[in-house]
């Protein structure tokens, strides 16, 4: 199977090395390196450099990078990288660096039950639990005593903190040390859109997903209920008033017997952190789909001056404030004396040029719905320089907390267990960002 496995810093620095067979240059993570800074951008990291193939997932800046001088499935080796990261995650909560380097020795021990001579054994989250006995250490939170010791003091809480799901699974599982059972359900929707110079939506799509993470004690069973009204493009159903999807996968611990009469998923899950359903939607229902519209400005000025400007509208109900809301554009790359211009009387608002990239970055800290903002870019064109074709495009990242253009919604969770004493916590919540958001010039 494969030769090495190695999980590298952002900087390049190796922070776990296994060296199954010896067949393969010690150096391969500086070979690696150097030959992913010669690729192009964007390009994915499987490559073959002297005989050796090099496969690699990216996941959190961290570089989970497996070797092998045999013909192994490239997919085959993605998905194996893919699941350490995973399980990597589960046992110890936060995937960085720094969590890996407090966790060094519960890492190794992983990756030595995960992957027997170079050959993959078992990457469930669940079975490794029988076989793994290292505890975790950790990421300090930064809270202060006094704000753990009002946490603990309320009883019953609505609410819980997006951080709570960063927490190593051995710890929030172990009943000795007073944990709580604890499930989370997150619906995501990832909005790829692109505009043209209008503001007009050229094409639409939004690829999302159901998502779990549990830290129940035993194998109890899960009911979660969708929307009554839910129907499968592909299955020929739909209508007025329906929600409507294209296609949708599930997790294999799905049992669908109940879902196309009563949109009801069975379920015992697995320990740890895993995708229950995929969906997709390929086209734009309604306007309401559009979270933000986005309208260029472009005016001439007087002589060589040209202004390029961007208006963003919130379309969204004004209850869900939009966070890390984010736009970028480029102007000609030679032109001179750019500056920017915040509309009057902005708050909570920050914008950048950049000089050396020619781009202007614009951040916005909180978002209201319904709510309208611009930015303005001043510049001096370069001679021989074509504005037209050079200003642009327009890019723009978001979430939305609680807001989900889908329309995709857990009803209820119920957990059949036959004790009646057996009552975790169900934290259910959705989010809505941008994957691709562009608008043409």
């Known amino acids: 199977m494969i030769s090495q496995l190695f999980i590298l810093a952002p900087n390049g620095h190796t922070i776990v090395n296994k060296d199954y067979r010896g067949d393969v240059p010690k150096d391969s993570p500086e070979i690696f390196l150097r030959k992913l800074v010669e690729k192009s951008e964007g390009e994915a990291p499987i490559f073959n450099v002297d005989g050796v193939n090099y496969m690699c997932v990216r996941k959190n800046g961290l570089f989970f990078l497996a070797t092998t001088l045999h013909n192994v499935p490239p997919a085959f080796v993605i998905e194996l990288l893919t699941q350490l990261t995973k399980v990597c995650k589960d046992y110890i909560g936060v995937l960085s660096e720094e969590s890996l380097r407090k966790n060094f020795t519960l890492i190794y021990e992983l990756v030595d039950e995960i992957l027997d001579f170079g050959y993959p054994q078992s990457a469930s989250t669940a079975e490794l639990k029988a076989f793994v006995f290292n505890e975790p250490a950790p990421v300090s939170s930064g809270a202060t005593a006094t704000a753990r010791m009002m946490t603990s003091l309320k009883a019953a809480p609505k609410t819980m903190s997006s951080k709570a799901v960063h927490k190593p699974i051995a710890l929030r599982s172990d009943d000795r040390r007073g944990e709580k059972n604890e499930i989370f359900v997150d619906v995501i929707d990832r909005i790829s859109a692109v505009f043209n110079s209008s503001g007009q939506v050229r094409t639409f799509s939004i690829d999302g997903s159901i998502q779990m993470k549990s830290y129940l004690s035993g194998s109890p069973e899960l009911h979660l209920a969708l929307n009554d009204e839910l129907a499968i493009a592909s299955a020929g159903k739909g209508g007025y008033g329906m929600v409507e999807l294209d296609n949708v996968n599930f997790h294999e611990c799905v049992q669908l017997d109940k879902f196309e009469s009563e949109r009801m998923l069975v379920l015992e899950p697995p320990h740890g952190e895993f995708v229950l359903m995929n969906f997709h939607i390929g086209s734009l229902r309604h306007d309401g789909q559009i979270p933000f519209r986005l309208t260029p400005i472009k005016r001439g000025v007087p002589g060589l ?47 950048e040029y950049d000089d050396s990239t020619k781009t202007v970055t614009w951040v916005i800290r909180k978002f209201v719905g319904t709510a309208s903002h611009s930015i303005s870019c001043k510049f001096v064109v370069g001679a021989g320089s074509n504005p037209r074709k050079e200003m642009g495009p327009i890019s723009m990242t978001f979430e939305i907390p609680m807001y989900n253009v889908s329309r995709l919604q857990v009803q209820h969770l119920k957990i059949v267990e036959r004790n009646k004493s057996y009552n975790p916590h169900r934290w259910v919540r959705c989010l809505t960002h941008a994957d691709s958001y562009v608008c043409r010039i």
């Open 305 to 351: 001056k040209r202004e390029l400007g961007l208006q963003v509208e919130g379309a969204f109900p004004d209850k869900f404030p939009g966070a890390n809301v984010k736009g970028q554009f480029p102007v000609p790359k030679l032109s001179t004396g750019a500056s920017v211009e915040l509309e009057p009387g902005a708050k909570g608002q920050t914008s």
